[in-house]
């Protein structure tokens, strides 16, 4: 498969979240780059601004099987994995699979589930196959978490341990819409309180498990130099050095922020990365994966802007 061709399937895909979703570019071209690049993505936002209604349009665009887990504080592990019950006819244990057992998981309002439900999704995310009672299952290599969540500081929720965040390959704001798109938004859906089904907004599939196979492969083709490696390297090592953050990114994170930049190359039909690839994603890739230091934050220093700071002083490769 060339890359002209996932471009294609790309434009397809969005033009179908569009069908629903009014603006959002930024977001739903970052749930493209997680599906492509086999990560997973978490939006977060204030209540109403169709973070749900996102996941579920960009799941109406794929031929994947979908489930949705709407995450309460009373939500146990057992809910998302599945558990063994007894058979009493067979004598036997059965396997009562949970909605993780999909291949898109719409993980609704995760910060609103304590954090020993919130880990049931560790090693889904990791390794795309969770254990129950020792035995493992897989998950298929199409398995991809959307997960939504409400900003900390609303009440009632739990903030995402780090391991639990440095799983996201993305983290991304969903904001306010402008005012014309406020607009296009109450044109389109102002004659209703609630949305009918995909089918009948007129979203229909565009891509299945063998075109995402396919592209994944041509992915991990995309030439990344031995330049562009050093950069993504030192993109990733200067957050641990920098004055204003108590934590840095991972390593994980640069593997992640490699595939993702391949990703975004082939979707823009080119065969090779250059700086602006990962420029691009930098702060979506890594702004969750860092902590920021007591001081900075009294300070009101966000995240973002210390990457902003540390992009602008690495030297990119000509």
């Known amino acids: 498969m060339d890359v002209e061709k996932i471009a294609e399937r790309a434009k397809a895909l969005r033009a179908q979240v569009h069908r629903v979703?009014?603006?959002?570019?930024h977001v739903i071209n970052l749930m493209l780059l997680s599906l492509l690049a086999e990560g997973h993505i978490l939006l977060e936002g204030v209540p109403g601004t169709a973070k749900t209604l996102l996941a579920r349009t960009f799941a109406a665009g794929l031929s994947f099987d979908f489930n949705r887990i709407q995450f309460t504080p009373d939500l146990m592990p057992g809910d998302v994995i599945g558990t063994n019950l007894f058979n009493f006819q067979t004598n036997q244990f059965v396997l009562t699979k949970g909605a993780i057992f999909t291949e898109m998981l719409l993980a609704d309002e995760i910060n609103r589930s304590p954090p020993k439900t919130q880990a049931a999704l560790l090693q889904a995310m990791q390794e795309r196959?969770?254990?129950?009672?020792?035995k493992t299952h897989d998950l298929g290599a199409?398995?991809?978490?959307?997960?939504?969540?409400?900003?900390?500081e609303q009440e009632g929720t739990y903030p995402l341990p780090e391991a639990q965040l440095d799983r996201f390959l993305f983290k991304v704001r969903v904001d306010y819409p402008s005012r014309d798109q406020e607009k296009d938004m109450v044109k389109l859906h102002g004659h209703r309180t609630t949305l009918p089904s995909m089918d009948d907004l007129g979203v229909t599939p565009v891509a299945d498990k063998a075109f995402l196979v396919q592209a994944r492969k041509t992915i991990g083709e995309i030439r990344l130099s031995e330049e562009m490696v050093e950069y993504l390297v030192d993109l990733v090592r200067a957050t641990r050095e920098h004055p204003s953050l108590l934590c840095g990114a991972s390593p994980r994170s640069a593997i992640m922020l490699a595939t993702a930049a391949r990703s975004l190359a082939a979707v823009q039909s080119r065969e090779y990365v250059i700086p602006d690839d990962v420029k691009k994603i930098v702060s979506p890739a890594l702004s969750h994966r860092v902590v920021l230091s007591p001081a900075a934050e009294i300070e009101g220093t966000t995240a973002e802007s210390v990457l902003k700071q540390i992009v602008e002083k690495v030297p990119a490769p000509r």
Do not use: E, H, R, S
């Open 142 to 152: 199409a398995f991809m978490v959307i997960a939504t969540q409400n900003p900390i």
């Open 129 to 134: 196959q969770v254990t129950i009672d020792g």
């Open 21 to 25: 979703v009014v603006g959002q570019d």
